[in-house]
């Protein structure tokens, strides 16, 4: 039998629903996308058992993951291009907004197959979270924060190096 809907849902929509959609817009790059998969989220977060006091950070965990799954499967890539392509006739200087595009591509790319933990704890702290924000929503200690996004930030550097295009 299905759980009922939390009673808190519309506050805690109301009140967590900017972050979740930053955070996901900050991995996939699109506001609409970053929209879907709020919605996924809160349908989720609705359905669960996840403590008032940390419905933020678990939401923001979810909507960090929900969006890296969508950005390694892929399964909106053809709509993402149709769409770059329809608006790249009115930009005025296409080559920039070609390179801009790229290298946007190549930072997703490298961030899909950087480890989960990684990729979410430098998209986390990147969407403007604390380092004690961070800590909470993964489990982690305040300290180890800093490290853990250092590393993560490496390890996307080494990603975007050994898959640079060739000159």
């Known amino acids: 039998m299905p759980r009922a ?12 629903y900017p ?3 930053a955070v996901a817009a900050r991995v996939l790059g699109s506001r609409s996308e970053a929209e879907d998969v709020a919605q996924e989220v809160f349908l989720t977060f609705g359905r669960s058992a996840v403590p008032a006091a940390e419905a933020l ?3 923001s965990v979810a909507a960090a993951h929900t969006a890296l799954n969508h950005l390694r ?3 909106r890539r053809a709509a993402r291009e149709a769409a770059v392509r329809d608006g790249a006739t009115s930009v005025p200087d296409v080559a920039d907004a070609v390179v801009t595009l790229d290298e ?3 930072v997703r790319a490298a ?3 950087l480890p989960r933990k990684q990729a979410v704890a430098l998209v986390l702290r ?5 380092y004690a924000e961070v800590a909470a929503a993964l489990d982690l200690s305040p300290g ?3 490290t853990t996004v250092r590393r993560a930030e490496i390890a996307l550097r080494e990603e975007l190096n050994r898959h640079a295009p060739s000159e």
């Open 5 to 16: 809907v939390r009673a808190d849902l519309e506050q805690v929509f109301r009140s967590a």
């Open 111 to 113: 961030l899909a197959r």
């Open 73 to 75: 499967s892929g399964r």
């Open 144 to 146: 180890s924060v800093g």
């Open 19 to 21: 972050r979740v959609v």
């Open 126 to 130: 990147h969407s403007g979270l604390s």
């Open 104 to 106: 946007r591509r190549r």
């Open 57 to 59: 950070g678990w939401l």
